[in-house]
């Protein structure tokens, strides 16, 4: 029991990982463009969402593009 619960811990740290990066990869390529574009509300929120996932908060996604959506009405 106690191998089930490390291996899904692992998972978890694993997904959250991948979430980090692929949520930074974003963050570059929408900054690369060109900042002066950006709303300030937008970047407040991709702040809170970055403040949420460094207190561990996480959110998981089956693809790419429902984390494109959710970051789209979040």
Do not use: C
Request: charged letters at 40%.
């Amino acid at each position: 029991m106690a191998v089930a619960t490390q291996n899904k811990y692992t998972e978890v740290l694993r997904r959250q990982e991948k979430l980090e990066r692929e949520f930074d990869v974003l963050k570059k390529a929408i900054l690369a463009t060109d900042e002066a574009n950006i709303r300030p509300t937008t970047l407040k929120r991709w702040e809170r969402i970055s403040s949420d996932l460094d207190r561990g908060k996480g959110r998981q996604f089956s693809s790419l593009r429902d984390m494109k959506k959710w970051l789209a009405i979040h």
